[in-house]
């Protein structure tokens, strides 16, 4: 509260307006709660980000010969966490082939 009218230790009269003036400069920062898209596909993942008000961010392959290519293996921020309104949701995915993370040697899927 920063004012009123009358000003404080005046009286008012029965029935007579008094004005408040109030001031706030709380800053506010919204934050969503991430949904779980692990296991989700790519496209329904993506679309579950963004109606939250997140962006996809950082999308890292890995391989994985048991669920299908674009499968969600992972995220950052894990799901049910909250997070910034307007924030990166980063995803693991699998692929069937390719250089895994940190692996020197390719691997590739037989099925």
Do not use: W
């Not at 307006?17 to 920062?29: D, F, K, P, Q, R």
């Not at 596909?41 to 961010?57: C, E, F, N, Q, Y």
């Not at 307007?86 to 390719?106: F, M």
Request: with cysteine.
């Amino acid at each position: 509260m920063v004012g009123t009218d009358p000003a404080a230790g005046q009286q008012a009269s029965v029935g007579q307006a008094v004005t408040l003036t109030v001031c706030s400069a709380t800053v506010i920062n919204p934050t969503v709660t991430v949904p779980d898209v692990t296991g989700e596909d790519d496209a329904s993942a993506r679309s579950d980000i963004t109606s939250a008000g997140l962006h996809v961010g950082t999308v890292t392959l890995k391989v994985n010969c048991t669920v299908p290519r674009g499968t969600v293996l992972g995220q950052s921020p894990a799901g049910g966490t909250t997070a910034a309104f307007g924030s990166s949701v980063n995803l693991i995915e699998a692929t069937r082939s390719g250089s895994a993370v940190h692996q020197v040697v390719p691997h590739f899927c037989t099925a």
